[in-house]
């Protein structure tokens, strides 16, 4: 990858509370997507990964703060004045939400729906902000474009809806997209239709996508690059084929041991315990305390993330246990 990336983190960590009882809620994250990349943010829930991406989009609520620094084309995100931050929400970056009907008026149309924010943003005028609209929606399927804007969100489907917040997000023309779990509510087959169609659009856009997920093999199907967080850190990242067939990280690969595979019946293997966030992690590795393979070390010293052969990995006994996880992935 060269030039400058479309968004950069650098130890990002995130606070939450007041001064008496602060809470650490994500821990000195670094991640970089670059135009037409796809990067994928994986973990369970409580992780940080949504926190992520309302640090980067500057929407944490105010008891809640962000250290370290967030860049978008080399420009401090952190430190846009309230002009400069208007403009990269409206312009430069796009949200798309887990649930679509959370995030639509109910008494508005879809036509409302998708071109008020292009309008109030002096970006489109309102008779071409529809055509771009109808445009947009003929691009990933929808027929009869010209209808769907006079109905209201409750005359379609959940997957149709999804469709909309994907042509909203991109209505704008930003260059940098982030899904937080747009497929969550959705069944496999609609999953796999809005997915495709939004990995075609980022593609022929040229857009840099983030994509955050809690399955591993979703976002493996539709991501360049993959980052895997437990209790608001990074444990694992590197290309998706690498990090999916072959994990070094012992939550990586107990992530897919859980999951149900397509082509053989096999017995699941559950990740023990329960995950924690950030602010109950003690002062070794965070996943220890499920970790078949733990020590004193672990217990007692955080590992960093640091390069194992093709990747960046946080775990001090990688080298030692690699060639155990493909049987606790496959077996």
Same mark, same amino acid.
């Given at each position: 990858?060269?030039?400058?990336?479309?968004?950069?983190?650098?130890?990002?960590?995130?606070?939450?509370?007041?001064? /008496? &009882?602060?809470?650490?809620?994500?821990?000195?994250?670094?991640?970089?997507?670059?135009?037409?990349?796809?990067?994928?943010?994986?973990?369970?829930?409580?992780?940080?990964?949504?926190?992520?991406?309302?640090?980067?989009?500057?929407?944490?609520?105010?008891?809640?703060?962000?250290?370290?620094?967030?860049?978008?084309?080399?420009? =401090?995100?952190?430190?846009?004045?309230?002009?400069?931050?208007?403009?990269?929400?409206?312009?430069?970056?796009?949200?798309?939400?887990?649930?679509?009907?959370?995030?639509?008026?109910?008494? /508005?149309?879809?036509?409302?729906?998708?071109?008020?924010?292009?309008?109030?943003?002096?970006?489109?005028?309102?008779?071409?902000?529809?055509?771009? @609209? %109808?445009?947009?929606?003929? +691009?990933?399927?929808?027929?009869?474009?010209?209808?769907?804007?006079?109905?209201?969100?409750?005359?379609? =489907?959940?997957?149709?809806?999804?469709?909309?917040?994907?042509?909203?997000?991109?209505?704008? &023309?930003?260059?940098?997209?982030?899904?937080?779990?747009?497929?969550?509510?959705?069944? #496999?087959?609609?999953? &796999?239709?809005?997915?495709?169609?939004?990995?075609?659009?980022? /593609?022929?856009?040229?857009?840099?996508?983030?994509?955050? &997920?809690?399955? $591993?093999?979703? *976002? @493996? @199907?539709?991501?360049?690059?993959?980052?895997?967080?437990?209790?608001?850190?990074?444990?694992?990242?590197?290309?998706?084929?690498?990090?999916?067939?072959?994990?070094?990280?012992?939550?990586?690969?107990?992530?897919? @041991? %859980?999951?149900?595979?397509?082509?053989?019946?096999?017995? $699941?293997?559950?990740?023990?315990?329960?995950?924690?966030?950030?602010?109950?992690?003690?002062?070794? %590795?965070?996943?220890?305390? /499920?970790?078949?393979? *733990?020590?004193?070390?672990?217990?007692?010293?955080?590992?960093?993330?640091?390069?194992?052969?093709?990747?960046? #990995?946080? %775990?001090?006994?990688?080298?030692?246990?690699?060639?155990?996880?493909?049987?606790?992935?496959? +077996?």
């Amino acid at each position: 990858m060269t030039g400058t990336p479309l968004l950069r983190m650098h130890d990002v960590g995130i606070t939450a509370g007041d001064r /008496r &009882s602060k809470r650490t809620l994500v821990r000195g994250v670094d991640l970089t997507v670059a135009a037409g990349e796809t990067m994928g943010l994986v973990g369970e829930s409580g992780s940080g990964k949504s926190m992520l991406v309302k640090s980067a989009m500057r929407l944490l609520p105010r008891h809640a703060e962000t250290s370290g620094r967030i860049e978008f084309e080399g420009r =401090s995100v952190l430190g846009f004045s309230r002009r400069e931050l208007a403009a990269y929400r409206s312009r430069d970056v796009a949200l798309i939400h887990q649930d679509p009907r959370a995030h639509t008026n109910p008494l /508005r149309t879809v036509g409302d729906f998708l071109v008020e924010g292009v309008v109030a943003g002096r970006l489109l005028g309102p008779r071409e902000a529809r055509q771009r @609209a %109808c445009e947009l929606m003929t +691009s990933i399927g929808i027929t009869d474009p010209e209808h769907r804007l006079t109905q209201y969100p409750h005359q379609l =489907s959940g997957g149709l809806l999804q469709r909309m917040m994907i042509v909203a997000a991109l209505l704008p &023309s930003p260059k940098l997209v982030f899904a937080d779990e747009p497929t969550t509510a959705l069944d #496999v087959t609609v999953q &796999s239709e809005v997915m495709a169609i939004l990995r075609e659009q980022i /593609r022929e856009r040229n857009l840099g996508l983030l994509f955050i &997920s809690h399955d $591993l093999d979703l *976002a @493996a @199907a539709v991501t360049d690059s993959l980052a895997v967080m437990y209790a608001g850190t990074v444990v694992e990242r590197g290309a998706t084929t690498e990090v999916h067939s072959r994990p070094l990280h012992p939550y990586t690969a107990g992530l897919l @041991a %859980c999951r149900p595979s397509t082509t053989a019946v096999t017995r $699941l293997q559950p990740i023990p315990g329960r995950p924690i966030s950030a602010y109950e992690a003690g002062p070794g %590795c965070a996943f220890a305390a /499920r970790c078949r393979f *733990a020590t004193e070390e672990c217990r007692q010293d955080r590992p960093r993330l640091r390069t194992v052969e093709d990747r960046l #990995v946080a %775990c001090h006994r990688v080298e030692q246990i690699s060639a155990e996880l493909p049987q606790a992935v496959h +077996s």
